[in-house]
């Protein structure tokens, strides 16, 4: 009798500890960063919604604005390696993509050889969201 209730009490514990670790894999996954941002240097003039860039740029997506309905990427200039003016800001589309190893900024190809690429798209690293712009 002492050996059916110690089986019954190895069980008990072994299916608790179970669903307890289940309850910890659901729940001690990692967030998204709310807000993300990268300094990009950017060596060919580019088009980004009618603007022209050259040089380092602060590339910034914040989810809360998203959520909210306002415009969540803004691309800032830098000055002294610090944020001076906003560039543009727009609502951006949400893309899944690979996870990427570093930065990426999607550009179009090339209408002409004398046409600028236009900026299409800006990934951060380390994640698989795409922010397009619309």
């Known amino acids: 009798m002492k050996r059916l209730a110690l089986i019954?009490?190895?069980?008990?514990?072994?299916?608790?500890?179970?669903?307890?670790?289940?309850?910890?894999?659901?729940?001690?996954?990692?967030?998204?960063?709310?807000?993300?941002?990268?300094?990009?240097?950017?060596?060919?003039?580019?088009?980004?919604?009618?603007?022209?860039?050259?040089?380092?740029?602060?590339?910034?997506?914040?989810?809360?604005?998203m959520a909210q309905g306002a415009p969540c990427s803004y691309i800032y200039s830098l000055r002294d390696g610090k944020p001076d003016k906003l560039v543009a800001s727009y609502h951006c589309v949400h893309m899944n993509r690979q996870t990427a190893g570093s930065f990426i900024l999607r550009l179009s190809h090339r209408i002409s050889p004398t046409s600028l690429r236009e900026v299409e798209e800006f990934q951060f690293a380390g994640t698989g969201d795409g922010h397009r712009i619309p």
């Open 8 to 65: 019954i009490l190895i069980v008990t514990l072994v299916a608790s500890a179970t669903l307890f670790s289940d309850k910890l894999s659901v729940t001690g996954k990692a967030e998204t960063p709310r807000r993300q941002q990268a300094i990009v240097e950017i060596t060919e003039p580019v088009k980004l919604l009618g603007v022209i860039l050259k040089g380092n740029y602060l590339f910034v997506h914040d989810e809360e604005k």
